[in-house]
């Protein structure tokens, strides 16, 4: 799957949705930044937020920032907010972790083109949903770490591939985003 084209050169802006963030988006959103950073890619900018404002103000769950940090991540600056709809417009990206949440972002108005879900780009389980471990078990957050991290790298890999993709389209006149041109 490919990403949609960034809407302003030199500048890719991310945005990762889950229910209350405090599990999942904060994680991905912790996993993109990071691997962003290895990557050498400065101008991608990521943060995350919650449908709802349950958790708005509050430290990732404790669970989720352990098994981050047992990774190797660092979770301490994180804090919930509830999504801005207002803002949906500015991201080139939004990533929902769910279906219910990919319905909620688009009766919020993002546009369709640019809201996908996360596991759209997992390379094991193309368009599966990314599950809330918030009511279960240590193994959840494992599970979620794990896809997150591998859907990770795929994003960052189109992301690093990106602008060869869009040099070679603009030698022969051809357009990256699937579109005819």
Not at 11 to 35: M, Q, T
Not at 130 to 141: A, E, K, L, N, Q
Request: proline fraction near 7%; hydrophobic fraction near 40%.
């Amino acid at each position: 799957m490919r990403l949609p084209e960034p809407r302003r050169a030199g500048h890719y802006a991310l945005e990762v949705v889950c229910s209350g963030n405090i599990c999942r988006s904060p994680s991905a959103d912790i996993i993109l930044a990071a691997k962003a950073a290895d990557a050498g890619l400065d101008h991608v900018v990521v943060t995350s937020s919650g449908i709802g404002d349950w958790h708005a103000g509050q430290p990732m769950d404790r669970r989720s920032a352990a098994v981050l940090t047992a990774a190797g991540y660092d979770p301490t600056r994180h804090r919930a907010r509830q999504v801005d709809a207002a803002a949906l417009a500015s991201y080139d990206l939004v990533l929902a972790m769910d279906r219910t949440h990919l319905e909620d972002l688009r009766a919020l108005g993002a546009d369709p083109a640019r809201t996908r879900l996360f596991r759209d780009f997992d390379p094991v389980d193309p368009g599966g949903e990314v599950p809330d471990p918030y009511y279960g078990g240590p193994d959840g957050f494992e599970e979620v770490l794990s896809m997150v991290e591998r859907t990770s790298d795929a994003i960052i890999g189109e992301l690093v591939d990106a602008p060869a993709a869009a040099e070679a389209a603009a030698e022969t006149g051809a357009r990256t985003d699937g579109a005819a041109p």
